[in-house]
């Protein structure tokens, strides 16, 4: 590993092991990071141009769109550089900054799922105080505390992690995710590997077990109703959500709850790469397909964006 001692910079690898890929890898990157900027930011016009989608539902499908393209925003351009850049080093404090955000919109990312299906808990159990229970006060609230609760264990994260001495053989694949990190530490002791590995369970497991707790009630709220279209309209609310459920953690705790080794960090950070990408672009596109409302919003927008551009090539062409 090398020597113990204090390093100020370590050198993302990233693809380095295939030059002759990184033409490919950066348009692939650059693509998948322009379409999730672009699905996510399409739902996001779609709520706010929609009022019939002005509901608590729809506001935290919002919120978590938003957080999910910060999470990319942190990771992706990064990477983008470091393709086309001979000089791959990141600092401590950046990476530790970069550490901090990934995991502080990653932890809000789930909370924010937590907060989604009380949300249709409460709509299917109490529809007639539905309004009351879930206010525009009340989903604010619900948002900020997701959002308070997720940075505040990111911090505690950064803080256990970057208080380690790392050996001056510094190479991290990619970017600056946990277990890559710890990885060149010298002094990481069972302390800190239980201390990061409680925080992880109590954002991913602790979680995860509100959401099925939710969704327990929920199924036993939709086995008592008499009409099948009942039931089917119930579940169908909840669909889009559970199958967001399912994605998320099935990526998250594989990569981040396996007991880890030296060999196994090089290769879950493929696993992690794919987490990074694949989970914000799979999310609108989920939404989008098995929702009616937000199919019918987005068309809306689509319609307004050929508008805009066809009116704005007319005054041009009356311009010139």
Same mark, same amino acid.
């Given at each position: ?7 100020? &910079? ?24 322009? *379409? ?32 999910? &393209? ?7 351009? #990064? ?9 791959? &080093? ?12 990934? %995991? ?16 249709? $808990? ?7 105080? $539905? ?34 001495? %790392?050996?001056?053989?510094?190479? =991290? ?8 990190? /710890? ?7 069972? $302390? ?22 939710? $969704?327990?009630?929920?199924?036993? =709220? ?14 169908? *609310? ?16 594989? /990569? ?8 196994? /960090? ?12 694949? &989970? ?9 397909? #098995? ?15 050929? #508008? ?11 311009? =010139?």
């Amino acid at each position: 590993m090398g020597n113990c001692t204090t390093v100020s &910079t370590f050198l993302l690898w990233g693809f380095s092991s295939f030059p002759e890929l990184q033409s490919l890898l950066f348009v692939v990157i650059l693509f998948s990071h322009m *379409t999730i900027l672009t699905a996510n930011v399409s739902i996001m016009m779609a709520v706010k141009l929609s009022h019939n989608l002005h509901t608590p539902m729809y506001f935290f499908l919002c919120g978590l769109s938003f957080s999910e &393209t910060c999470t990319t925003m942190v990771i992706l351009p #990064r990477m983008l550089v470091d393709l086309l850049s001979d000089n791959k &080093t990141i600092s401590l404090p950046e990476c530790a900054t970069q550490m901090f955000f990934f %995991f502080g919109f990653s932890n809000n990312n789930c909370f924010t799922m937590v907060v989604m299906s009380y949300d249709r $808990y409460t709509a299917i159990h109490n529809p007639l105080h $539905y309004a009351v229970r879930m206010s525009q006060k009340v989903c604010f609230q619900l948002m900020m505390a997701s959002w308070m609760v997720g940075f505040l264990v990111s911090l505690c994260v950064v803080i256990t992690v970057f208080n380690l001495s %790392f050996y001056d053989s510094n190479i =991290i694949p990619h970017f600056c995710d946990i277990s890559p990190v /710890v990885s060149l530490a010298c002094d990481y002791t069972l $302390y800190h590997e239980m201390a990061i590995f409680v925080l992880s369970a109590f954002v991913l497991v602790g979680s995860f077990i509100l959401i099925m707790i939710s $969704y327990v009630f929920i199924g036993s =709220i939709i086995l008592k109703m008499p009409s099948a279209k009942g039931k089917y309209k119930a579940f169908s *609310t909840c669909s889009s959500h559970l199958t967001v459920v399912c994605i998320h953690y099935g990526f998250a705790c594989f /990569v981040y709850l396996r007991s880890k080794d030296s060999d196994s /960090v090089l290769e879950d950070m493929p696993m992690a790469v794919a987490y990074t990408v694949l &989970t914000p672009l799979l999310n609108p596109i989920v939404y989008s397909l #098995r929702n009616k409302d937000i199919q019918v919003a987005l068309m809306k927008v689509v319609d307004n964006a050929i #508008r805009f551009i066809s009116q704005t090539v007319n005054k041009r062409n009356l311009n =010139i």
